[in-house]
């Protein structure tokens, strides 16, 4: 767990109080947020966000290198998803390269770090990614931000690890 990013303090206001005071826009990402019609503020609470003041967030910590871990998802398994020949080796330093790109994804997505037993939801999300990636190596949305595949974020919805609050 150390080695991933810092949870960035956060306070949780209904989604219509935080539009009736002109609050900032709101993270509604998180399933029990959609849930409850809230938002999640970052910052320090409330008194830095609402009370007109700004609170810099700290600073985000890279994530490490996944080069010493063994892989989530093997190579022979990324190339029959991706129906790539198994005798075509050009580009299989490439796609070790986007496995250990879409395990820290996942990882950063999921909240805890995984490794290469874990189940066979995480293993698929994976290679549906790998394979996105593969296929699309540029934007692929016209918008402000590019989506992830759904089959992603629905193969990963019940496996992370959402906040709790009390």
């Not at 008194?47 to 700004?54: A, Y």
């Not at 990324?78 to 299989?92: A, G, Y």
């Not at 999921?110 to 394979?131: F, H, P, T, W």
Request: aromatic share 6%.
């Amino acid at each position: 767990m150390s080695d991933l990013p810092p949870i960035l303090p956060h306070v949780r206001i209904p989604t219509q109080q935080l539009a009736d005071q002109g609050g900032p826009p709101a993270a509604l990402e998180d399933q029990d947020n959609f849930v409850r019609d809230l938002g999640t503020v970052l910052g320090e609470g409330r008194s830095g966000i609402m009370g007109g003041g700004s609170v810099p967030p700290p600073p985000v910590t890279p994530s490490p290198s996944a080069a010493s871990r063994p892989p989530v998802v093997t190579l022979l398994w990324i190339k029959t998803h991706c129906h790539i020949e198994q005798d075509q080796t050009v580009e299989d330093d490439y796609l070790k390269q986007l496995e250990m790109a879409a395990r820290l994804h996942t990882e950063n997505y999921l909240r805890y770090q995984i490794d290469d037993q874990v189940g066979e939801n995480i293993k698929q999300a994976m290679l549906v990614l790998i394979s996105h990636w593969y296929r699309n190596r540029e934007t692929v949305a016209d918008g402000k931000y590019a989506e992830l595949p759904l089959a992603y974020c629905a193969l990963l919805s019940l496996e992370r690890d959402y906040p709790t609050y009390t």
